[in-house]
């Protein structure tokens, strides 16, 4: 004798948290960067703050500490009035509401294709918010939009970046690199100035070393804890991998890697996959890549722009006020035509924001190469 069911309807308030909470995780899980992502007070190369009573329009605030430097006292040299203070500055950021709907056809269409169309559509969104707050983050990092058929999902009717609450930042001057030596005019900047392992080892690493406290001001960029171990992580857009990987000969990027895999064996695996490390970095590939006009002789050239950061480069807020149950993503059923046609709204509250220092990056730098266009291939 078959077990007694009780029908769930799609208005059934538990019935809506479930999908409202499978839609959030689903996306959260699925976005490049959640894997960067940690509480406040973690090393995290994001910062993530939920606070469940701010909404549309509020201020959440990140605090930032610096690391304590300078020699102690010695001996019987005298402590009493020489303590150092501890140096902290916060990032506020203010949350805004997004919304997005899909229609998921008529009742007929339903019959017709034997499919659960709301299930469908559930998924749909999902993926749709995982692109969405991908791109979202990469631009605030990034700090420009740039040109190309990357970041559909946060361009307005405009093609310009459609905020919600907080502005992309321009990176600064005292956090930037050009071309493969770090140090090339834009003006000069060829579409041959491709990356090399160099760019990174010489360039980008020991202009990391060398913020303590430091260059004009500069808070140090610490290493981030990425699957249990302090690294600094680089994202580079797909051509630039692949130029990274064109690196070829006996100092190269291919020899590098075959060395980590014979030192490591099957530990490498984790950093390999992503895309490889060197030296307490690892070097992974974004879905999408900011690419920048203007370079070279005439503004002629476009530069891939990559980045290298360290704990604490940025910062995401989250709210909940004014979302049914609190949700981090509210999802809700609805019906258009009366009651012919399914619709399924999504709200959700954030935002993001590079954190900066004394009006710098905190903890990151950019990387502006040349790149070797895929035949054909448009970025």
Known sequence: MPAATTPVLPTDPGA???????????????????????????????????????????????????????????G?????????RITQFDTKIKIGLIREGVNVGSIMDEQRTGQQLGAIGREVLADWLAEYMEQFIHCHIAGDVGIGACFTNVRGIDGNFKKIEMPLLPIDEKHRLIGPTGNVAANALTDANVIKLTTLTIAARNKLSKMYGGINGASKIEKANV??????????????????????????????????????GTKAGPFVDGGGMYDNM??????????????????????????????????????????????????????????????????????????????????????????????????
């Open 227 to 264: 699957g249990g171990k302090s690294l600094y992580v680089a994202c580079l857009p797909p051509e630039v991998m692949a130029d990274l990987r064109g690196d070829v000969g006996d100092n190269g990027w291919v020899a590098w890697q075959n060395a980590l895999v014979r030192n490591m």
């Open 282 to 379: 690892i070097v992974d590939e974004t879905p999408c890549g900011t690419y920048l006009d203007g370079f070279g002789a005439g503004g002629a050239v476009t530069a891939a722009r990559s980045f290298v950061m360290g704990a604490g480069a940025v910062a995401f807020a989250q709210g909940r006020k004014g979302l049914k149950d609190g949700l981090s993503v509210e999802l809700e059923e609805d019906a258009d035509d009366r009651g012919h046609e399914r619709v399924i709204h999504m709200k959700a509250i954030f935002d993001a924001t590079r954190v900066h220092y004394k009006d710098m990056a905190h903890a990151m730098l950019t990387i502006d190469t040349g790149f070797t266009r895929a035949p054909g291939g448009d970025i």
């Open 76 to 84: 019987t040299e005298r402590l009493e009035g020489t303590e150092k």
């Open 16 to 74: 809506r948290k479930a999908w409202s909470h499978y839609v959030g995780k689903e996306a959260a899980a699925k976005q490049y960067f959640s894997r960067m992502m940690g509480a406040e007070g973690s090393k995290s190369v994001i910062v993530k703050r939920s606070e469940l009573q701010k909404g549309q329009g509020d201020e959440i605030t990140t605090l930032i500490t610096a690391k304590l430097q300078g020699a102690p006292r010695v």
